[in-house]
């Protein structure tokens, strides 16, 4: 019987000792399944020790915590070490860091993928959507300031009749919106207080003009259209926190502005920036990016920008492909970019693509490389590479020549961000030829990398400096990657050999060579899906130790989800 109590006792002794580390739940695989019974609704972090985006998010995750439980709420936070408890990230699909996901009524077999900012207030305002009713009751004046003033953003629907179709069309509005608060009242001296004299909502925000009052028929969708045209400021700087909203949102036309905040004229341009933005609320989504920033520097590549071409102007449209534009002029005055964005919405400004040096992309490069009525010269170049660099300037005049050709492209195509089954790329810059015809030939340019000889090459139909592409070996990675082989050790590289070719062009040779007993991949702009929605996002995403085989690892960048 003795022995009974004791085991009784320590059995409810281990069940209650969940660490915690400031309010947060500290998980692993024995005690998860215990903490969902005690905490039916839980929000849980996979998260790595050594990632960038994790420990940016821990101070706001931890204050969300705190704030939580001040309430006193019954919604927890914890966190997963997914290094360590690699049974769990597998058995929740962890691919990417942080991944972060709510387990509701203490169900565990499909948690809700958690979809909002990354500050504090966010993850709040999201958990009390995802566990009370879409739309809070405010009694009174206090009610209501409350919710305005513990919000950056809040919508208040005024109703006299809860039950009227307005009233209804607005609840539905609230249950699909689950990063913004929603309020519903009739009280009479809440009315008075925001001088509301008739049934309407009213979106209330810490920023531009402060409130927004909707004029128009009360339906689901036009409400949703109203809050979504107006819940993000006129200009939004992009950072790691905003990202989400920038690119989980409806608005797929993004002008960008590239400015350094340390420059003297910064306020009177974004004074411009933001004057041309009131034009365009829900039709162009205007950002701003500090070209100062370390982490922007790979958006600037992707524009093929440099810091000290800043401040500069480009706009992008992100539906099934990326499509991008620049002004022809490089003044930033509210009318040049109104000017711009008007002639975008019109349609009556060219695609960048359409460029002497044409642009490939996973999607187009099957139809443009393998036209059996052109021949096609492309190189393969990756930004950091400095030999890249070096022979842009020449590749442009190469374009330039044979921009009028009714048979020759000349194109190019960054391959960290694209991956290509028919063509292997080992090292930067690779140059390939393809012919004209229905063969689906691929000749390699090994010829001088000048305009005399890419010419001679194209003119004599790739015979001039050409060579059949092959099967490549060891030898054919770039010198930079293939010095990094002592730093990663020999043994990693032929247990591995496959995936380091992949990760040598997703990487840079110095991050290879810093990396030294580990595989990395390498922070990068690249496009994504995004909750269903093509967008551009910084993915940060895992670090695999040695011991991890290439079976397990996949570095489908569809998959680069967490922002």
């Known amino acids: 019987m003795l022995k009974f109590l004791l ?30 019974k005690a905490h039916p609704n839980i929000l849980v972090e996979f998260y790595a020790p050594w990632c960038g985006h994790c420990k940016a998010l821990a101070p706001e995750y931890a204050k969300a915590a705190g704030m939580l439980k001040a309430e006193g709420s019954a919604i927890r936070l914890a966190k997963v070490d997914a290094t360590e408890e690699t049974e769990l990230a597998q058995e929740y699909g962890v691919r990417g860091y942080p991944t972060i996901k709510f387990f509701k009524g203490g169900e565990k077999e499909s948690p809700k993928e958690y979809s909002a900012g990354r500050q504090a207030d966010d993850i709040v305002s999201w958990l009390k959507k995802r566990t009370g009713p879409a739309v809070a009751t405010l009694a009174g004046v206090t009610e209501a300031e409350s919710l305005i003033a513990d919000n950056e953003v809040a919508v208040i629907g005024f109703f006299k009749d809860a039950e009227s179709d307005g009233a209804k069309a607005y609840a539905k509005a609230a249950e699909a919106i689950d990063d913004i608060p929603f309020g519903i009242t009739s009280d009479d001296a809440v009315y008075s207080k925001f001088e509301i004299s008739k049934d309407g909502v009213v979106l ?20 949703l259209a109203f809050v979504k ?95 991008k534009y620049k002004p022809e002029s490089n003044s930033i005055t509210a ?23 044409k642009v490939l992309v996973g999607k187009n490069f099957e139809e443009v490389a393998f036209d059996p009525s052109k021949n096609v010269f492309v190189e393969f170049y990756a930004p950091w590479c400095g030999h890249c660099k070096q022979l842009a300037p020449i590749w442009e005049k190469l374009g330039e020549k044979y921009k009028d050709s009714a048979d020759t492209i000349v194109a190019k195509m960054d391959s960290t961000a694209n991956e290509i089954e028919a063509v292997k790329v080992h090292s930067f810059p690779t140059l390939k030829f393809f012919p004209a015809g229905d063969e689906r030939k691929v000749i390699d340019y090994n010829g001088e990398r000048t305009l005399e000889g890419f010419t001679k090459f194209l003119e004599s139909g790739g015979k001039d400096g ?55 991949y390498s922070l990068s702009f690249v496009e994504c899906k995004f909750h269903q929605n093509v967008c551009m996002c910084s993915a940060l995403l895992c670090v695999l130790p040695q011991h991890h085989t290439q079976s397990n690892i996949n570095i489908n960048t569809e998959e680069w989800a967490m922002c």
């Open 204 to 223: 209330f925000k810490k920023f531009d003009e402060g409130r927004n009052t909707f004029d128009g028929e009360l339906t689901k969708e036009k409400l």
């Open 466 to 520: 050409g060579a059949p592409a092959g099967d490549d070996d060891d030898d054919d990675l770039d010198s930079d990657v293939r010095s990094s082989q002592r730093f990663i050790g020999r043994s990693t590289l032929q247990h591995n050999h496959s995936l380091l070719r992949k990760l040598s062009l997703l990487c840079s040779p110095s991050i290879l060579a810093v990396l030294g007993s580990v595989l990395t």
């Open 7 to 36: 085991l009784c006792t320590l059995a409810v002794a281990s069940r209650a000792e969940i660490a915690e580390e400031e309010d947060v739940l500290v998980l692993k695989k024995s005690n998860f399944d215990e903490a969902l």
């Open 229 to 323: 045209a107006n819940q993000l400021p006129l200009v939004i700087e992009f950072t790691e926190q905003t990202a989400p909203k920038i690119f989980g949102g409806d608005i797929k036309s993004h002008i960008l502005m590239f400015l350094p905040k340390a420059a003297a004229d910064f306020q009177d341009k974004m004074e411009q920036f933001k004057k041309a933005a009131e034009g365009f609320k829900g039709r162009i989504l205007f950002i701003f990016i500090d070209s100062d920033v370390d982490d922007n520097q790979r958006i600037l590549e992707f524009f093929g920008l440099k810091k000290e071409e800043c401040p500069a102007i480009r706009l992008i449209t992100l539906e099934d492909e990326m499509t």
């Open 335 to 357: 009318e040049s970019i109104t000017e711009f964005c008007t002639r975008f919405t019109e349609g009556e400004t060219q695609d960048w693509e359409k460029t002497p040096v």
